[in-house]
């Protein structure tokens, strides 16, 4: 089992930033994302980073606003977010897999944080 601590969470104008962090303790690992669910919504696809390559994807809707990062030395995730809008309002859920791919879905993911708020205001 992994455990994962999401901050960095808050409330901010849009156009504004806000860097996430997601510390992981626990068994090893190799993928790890960032989800997003909405009130009324499905959680979603935001970004991920393989372990070792370090590739990244994005979602169409962060797509050169958001940037994830790792630092494997302190098996900690980030999610700097730039340029915010309304609609990223939602809570921001850091997720491991133990494969060592790019994975954009739920189910591909094994250990998830408790989520950490985002609002963006108008």
């Known amino acids: 089992q992994v455990q994962l601590v999401e901050s960095g969470g808050g409330l901010v104008q849009a156009g504004g930033s806000l860097r996430l962090s997601c510390a992981a303790s626990?068994?090893?690992?190799?993928?790890m994302g960032w989800f997003r669910q909405a009130p009324g919504k499905e959680r979603e696809f935001v970004a991920a980073?393989?372990?070792?390559?370090?590739?990244?994807a994005y979602a169409d809707s962060v797509k050169g606003r958001f940037t994830i990062s790792r630092d494997n030395a302190k098996r900690t995730v980030y999610l700097q977010m730039n340029a915010l809008k309304p609609e990223d309002t939602a809570v921001y859920y850091c997720?491991?897999?133990?494969?060592?791919?790019?994975?954009?879905?739920?189910?591909?993911?094994?250990?998830w944080g408790p989520g950490t708020q985002v609002t963006v205001s108008s």
């Open positions: 997720a491991v897999a133990t494969g060592s791919g790019i994975y954009t879905l739920v189910y591909q993911y094994d250990s």
């Open positions: 626990g068994r090893t690992f190799n993928a």
């Open positions: 980073v393989t372990g070792i390559s370090g590739r990244t």
